[in-house]
């Protein structure tokens, strides 16, 4: 356990932060699936609703650095693709 102040607030921050991408990337999860089920019933509509809302919560992640920016972009590329091969 750290003896200096300073330290002990980085743990304190670095945990703060931790929860607060966890949580994130769960909602992120969420959102992806949902496009991914829509597509797999091929329900068009609710699949660009759902794309709509997951890219705009990837960009989002990408910006505050929870994401990598080359992988909310290949995230992103994935799932218009998917939508955009439905009949």
Not at 2 to 30: C, D, P
Not at 51 to 78: D, E, M, P, Q, V
């Amino acid at each position: 356990m750290a003896n200096i102040k300073s330290a002990k607030k980085r743990i304190l921050v670095s945990k703060k932060r931790e929860m607060r991408n966890k949580a994130v990337k769960t909602e992120l999860k969420t959102v992806v699936k949902a496009v991914n089920t829509a597509v797999a019933e091929g329900n068009k509509e609710e699949a660009a609703k759902a794309l709509t809302l997951a890219t705009s919560k990837i960009s989002k992640a990408a910006s505050k650095g929870i994401l990598h920016k080359n992988t909310a972009s290949r995230k992103i590329s994935r799932l218009n693709l998917a939508v955009n091969k439905m009949n």
